[in-house]
Nanobody
Framework: QVQLVESGGGLVQAGGSLRLSCAAS????????MGWFRQAPGKEREFVAA????????YSADSVKGRFTISRDDVKDTVYLQMNSLKPEDTAVYYC????????????????????WGQGTQVTVSS
Protein backbone atom coordinates (compact mmCIF):
# COMPACT_ATOMS: atom_id res chain seq x y z
CA GLN A 1 0.00 0.00 0.00
CA VAL A 2 1.22 3.49 -0.87
CA GLN A 3 -0.14 6.69 0.60
CA LEU A 4 0.15 9.88 -1.45
CA VAL A 5 -0.32 13.41 -0.14
CA GLU A 6 -0.26 16.40 -2.50
CA SER A 7 0.55 19.95 -1.46
CA GLY A 8 1.53 23.26 -2.99
CA GLY A 9 -1.71 24.26 -4.66
CA GLY A 10 -3.20 27.72 -4.34
CA LEU A 11 -4.35 30.85 -6.12
CA VAL A 12 -2.00 32.46 -8.63
CA GLN A 13 -2.30 35.05 -11.37
CA ALA A 14 -1.96 34.11 -15.01
CA GLY A 15 1.70 33.92 -15.97
CA GLY A 16 2.72 32.91 -12.49
CA SER A 17 4.27 29.70 -11.17
CA LEU A 18 3.53 27.02 -8.60
CA ARG A 19 5.32 23.86 -7.55
CA LEU A 20 3.21 20.94 -6.49
CA SER A 21 4.63 18.20 -4.28
CA CYS A 22 3.43 14.66 -3.75
CA ALA A 23 4.86 12.89 -0.72
CA ALA A 24 4.71 9.09 -0.74
CA SER A 25 4.85 6.67 2.15
CA UNK A 26 4.27 3.01 2.82
CA UNK A 27 6.34 1.22 0.20
CA UNK A 28 9.61 1.55 -1.66
CA UNK A 29 8.99 4.73 -3.60
CA UNK A 30 11.69 4.04 -6.14
CA UNK A 31 9.78 1.04 -7.49
CA UNK A 32 6.88 3.20 -8.59
CA UNK A 33 6.28 5.12 -11.78
CA MET A 34 4.44 8.33 -10.97
CA GLY A 35 2.00 10.60 -12.72
CA TRP A 36 0.11 13.85 -12.34
CA PHE A 37 -3.48 14.29 -13.46
CA ARG A 38 -5.97 17.12 -13.16
CA GLN A 39 -9.70 17.56 -13.13
CA ALA A 40 -11.46 20.83 -13.86
CA PRO A 41 -15.08 21.45 -12.78
CA GLY A 42 -17.49 19.61 -15.04
CA LYS A 43 -14.70 17.85 -16.92
CA GLU A 44 -13.13 14.43 -16.83
CA ARG A 45 -9.83 13.78 -15.14
CA GLU A 46 -6.99 14.18 -17.62
CA PHE A 47 -3.33 13.22 -17.82
CA VAL A 48 -0.74 15.95 -17.22
CA ALA A 49 2.69 14.34 -16.85
CA ALA A 50 4.43 11.08 -16.00
CA UNK A 51 7.87 9.98 -14.83
CA UNK A 52 9.52 6.56 -14.77
CA UNK A 53 10.71 5.03 -11.54
CA UNK A 54 14.31 6.01 -12.11
CA UNK A 55 13.33 9.48 -13.29
CA UNK A 56 15.12 8.89 -16.57
CA UNK A 57 12.01 9.15 -18.69
CA UNK A 58 9.33 11.81 -18.55
CA TYR A 59 6.35 12.72 -20.69
CA SER A 60 3.95 15.64 -20.63
CA ALA A 61 0.61 16.31 -22.25
CA ASP A 62 0.71 18.68 -25.21
CA SER A 63 -1.35 21.23 -23.30
CA VAL A 64 1.40 21.70 -20.71
CA LYS A 65 4.52 20.83 -22.68
CA GLY A 66 7.19 23.48 -22.29
CA ARG A 67 5.46 24.95 -19.22
CA PHE A 68 5.22 22.08 -16.71
CA THR A 69 8.06 19.82 -15.56
CA ILE A 70 7.74 16.60 -13.58
CA SER A 71 10.61 15.41 -11.40
CA ARG A 72 11.22 13.14 -8.42
CA ASP A 73 13.48 12.92 -5.39
CA ASP A 74 13.72 9.33 -4.19
CA VAL A 75 15.60 10.38 -1.05
CA LYS A 76 12.59 12.44 -0.01
CA ASP A 77 10.04 10.03 -1.54
CA THR A 78 8.50 12.97 -3.33
CA VAL A 79 7.45 13.77 -6.87
CA TYR A 80 7.11 17.35 -8.04
CA LEU A 81 5.25 19.25 -10.73
CA GLN A 82 6.80 22.61 -11.52
CA MET A 83 4.20 24.73 -13.27
CA ASN A 84 5.28 27.90 -15.06
CA SER A 85 3.44 30.36 -17.30
CA LEU A 86 0.14 29.31 -15.78
CA LYS A 87 -3.08 29.99 -17.65
CA PRO A 88 -6.67 30.22 -16.40
CA GLU A 89 -7.39 26.95 -18.22
CA ASP A 90 -4.91 25.22 -15.90
CA THR A 91 -7.38 25.71 -13.05
CA ALA A 92 -8.22 22.28 -11.66
CA VAL A 93 -7.72 19.87 -8.81
CA TYR A 94 -4.36 18.20 -9.35
CA TYR A 95 -3.81 14.58 -8.34
CA CYS A 96 -0.69 12.48 -8.17
CA UNK A 97 -0.77 8.76 -8.80
CA UNK A 98 1.57 5.79 -8.38
CA UNK A 99 1.99 2.57 -10.32
CA UNK A 100 4.28 -0.22 -9.19
CA UNK A 101 6.55 -1.44 -11.96
CA UNK A 102 9.47 -3.86 -12.18
CA UNK A 103 10.73 -2.37 -15.44
CA UNK A 104 12.44 0.99 -15.54
CA UNK A 105 11.69 3.47 -18.26
CA UNK A 106 7.97 2.83 -18.46
CA UNK A 107 5.51 5.70 -18.45
CA UNK A 108 1.77 5.48 -17.87
CA UNK A 109 -0.82 7.96 -19.15
CA UNK A 110 -4.15 6.25 -18.53
CA UNK A 111 -6.08 6.65 -15.30
CA UNK A 112 -6.73 2.93 -14.98
CA UNK A 113 -3.03 2.15 -15.20
CA UNK A 114 -2.39 3.64 -11.77
CA UNK A 115 -2.88 1.81 -8.49
CA UNK A 116 -2.76 4.60 -5.90
CA TRP A 117 -4.03 8.17 -5.83
CA GLY A 118 -3.69 11.18 -3.60
CA GLN A 119 -6.57 13.32 -2.40
CA GLY A 120 -5.76 16.22 -4.73
CA THR A 121 -4.73 19.85 -4.36
CA GLN A 122 -6.60 22.82 -5.84
CA VAL A 123 -4.88 25.11 -8.32
CA THR A 124 -6.70 28.27 -9.33
CA VAL A 125 -5.29 30.63 -11.95
CA SER A 126 -6.90 34.05 -12.20
CA SER A 127 -6.90 36.08 -15.39
Amino acid sequence: QVQLVESGGGLVQAGGSLRLSCAASGRTFSSYAMGWFRQAPGKEREFVAAISWSGGNTYSADSVKGRFTISRDDVKDTVYLQMNSLKPEDTAVYYCAARRTVVDGLLFRAIDEYDYWGQGTQVTVSS
